[in-house]
Structure formats: structure tokens, C-alpha cells
């Protein structure tokens, strides 16, 4: 029986086509957990106050909800990259805002790569704008 599953449930009022719906639906909220066990890096987090618990459990689900959407984004547009590989990319694109002896302050963008834009594009997301494109140095 190699790449045979056998479900079994307790559950009489369902179909089977249910049971292998409800299996598949457990399957992915499992593979969310290990997403934000091991890829998101969210770690344990020691919380008493219940505000705080509901808060970090608030974040850890817009993080995975964030981390499928960029999965989702990123297959669709095949360009083989993983989110945690679009990150990378895009990590180092910084909003700078410098003001200099009382002058006005003057906000730009690191100057975005190929590789960036390319990223950006996959993700459907808009390349960040200011008054100025600055250079790092």
C-alpha cells in the first residue's frame, strides 16, 4: 500500500469527500505551525497577561497569512523563489530621511536592484517611492 492513506473518523455525519477535506484542512493549518515554528523564527514567547497572548497569537497569524500570500504570489509568477529567498532580496531596500546643519529634511529610497524590482513585480507590490533616490554608499 505504498502512497495509500487510510482516514478513518468518528464523525458519522460526514462524507467521504468531507473527511478528505477536513484531513487536508488539519494537514495545512500543521504545516502553518511548522512555517511559524522554524521559517518566521518566531520563537517562544513567555506571556502571563492575556492581552499580551491574544497580541503575539494576532501577529503570528498576519505573519503566516503574509508568508502564504508571498508563497502564493511568488508560484504564481514562477520565478522559483521562496519568500524567505524574496527577503532576502528585498532586505536592504531602506527608506533614509537625513536632515543636515537645520536644513530640511530630505527623504529617499536605496536605490533598488534588478533582482529587487523583479521580486517586487512577482509580489504585485509597488517599488517604494520618495521625493529622492538615494545611493548607498
Do not use: W
Amino acid at each position: 500500500m505504498d502512497g495509500k492513506l487510510l482516514l478513518v473518523s468518528n464523525v458519522q455525519d460526514l462524507s467521504p469527500a468531507e473527511v478528505v477535506a477536513r484531513y487536508k484542512s488539519l494537514a495545512d493549518i500543521e504545516r502553518g505551525f511548522k512555517v511559524l515554528k522554524s521559517e518566521l523564527e518566531i520563537g517562544p514567547v513567555y506571556y502571563r497577561l492575556p492581552d499580551r497572548i491574544r497580541a503575539h497569537a494576532a501577529i503570528c497569524f498576519m505573519a503566516l497569512i503574509l508568508h502564504r500570500v508571498m508563497r502564493s504570489r511568488l508560484r504564481a509568477s514562477h520565478t522559483g523563489l521562496t519568500p524567505e529567498r524574496a527577503l532576502e532580496q528585498l532586505h536592504r531596500i531602506q527608506h533614509h530621511r537625513v536632515r543636515l546643519n537645520g536644513a530640511p529634511p530630505v527623504s529617499g529610497v536605496s536605490s533598488i536592484q534588478e533582482c529587487q524590482s523583479e521580486v517586487l513585480h512577482a509580489l504585485r507590490v509597488k517599488k517604494p517611492a520618495a521625493s529622492q533616490q538615494l545611493t548607498l554608499l
